[in-house]
């Protein structure tokens, strides 16, 4: 099956920093989809971004399908930011849609 | 709240129990899914429902039993667990199993067998 992986596994930050999160993946895919889970585990669904570039205030994710990588841009980060965020990516090959998702990235963010 | 509820938040079970999952969706989706969810580890799909009807089954041991009675609840019933079946389970899910967007999780019940 389909291989996603992310990078750093974890990543402490001050208030105010600001980083990138990397998620590379083994084949062609229909959808892809970054996720933050809090630490009571809720899982909120931040992108669905299978190509292209797209912004949401201090987030904004980045696909580049042909080669095989999405990146997630957090810019000034608030303690509220902390949490896993996951890749989590879709292919109609294999019969049936699923989500795949990558380990995560655990994010810690320091007053 | 993201329109999908689970309950219990948490549940303690010995071995020898039966207790049951509940998820119900208030997005009028048609697809359902469990997922489970150890320390760790990749979130891993277990079921998959599209309309009432199970499509997938990911190789999940006999002593999990999903069972949708409609598209709007999903139960998961469990029955002499494991110690190493303790973990976080999710239920999401989505306007249809060919969906494209809209994935929505509930906040799981995080469970733990002694």
């Known amino acids: 099956g389909i291989q996603v992986e992310q990078s750093p596994p974890d990543l402490i930050l001050q208030e105010g920093a600001n980083s990138t999160l990397r998620c590379n993946f083994s084949?062609?895919?229909?959808?892809l989809q970054w996720f933050h889970q809090n630490p009571w585990g809720q899982l909120i669904n931040l992108f669905y971004?299978?190509?292209g570039t797209k912004q949401n205030g201090r987030l904004s994710a980045t696909t580049v399908a042909t080669e095989r990588y999405s990146l997630l841009y957090i810019s000034s980060s608030q303690t509220t930011d902390s949490g896993v965020y996951f890749c989590a990516v879709g292919s109609r090959t294999g019969g049936g849609n699923k989500l795949t998702f990558g380990t995560g990235t655990q994010l810690k963010v320091e007053l | 709240e993201t329109g999908v509820t689970q309950t219990p938040r948490h549940l303690v079970m010995g071995m020898t129990n039966k207790k049951s999952l509940k998820c119900e969706q208030h997005l009028g989706h048609n697809a359902m899914y469990w997922y489970k969810q150890s320390a760790k580890k990749p979130l891993e799909l277990m079921f998959v429902?599209?309309?009432?009807?199970?499509?997938e089954n990911n190789s999940v041991p006999s002593r999990f039993s999903p069972e949708c009675p409609n598209s709007s609840h999903l139960f998961l019933h469990l029955h002499t667990l494991q110690p190493e079946d303790s973990a976080l389970y999710l239920c999401a899910s989505s306007p249809s199993r060919h969906w494209d967007y809209g994935y929505t999780f509930g906040s799981g019940t995080r469970l733990t067998v002694v």
């Open positions: 429902y599209s309309l009432e009807e199970r499509v």
């Open positions: 971004i299978p190509s």
């Open positions: 084949d062609s895919v229909n959808n």
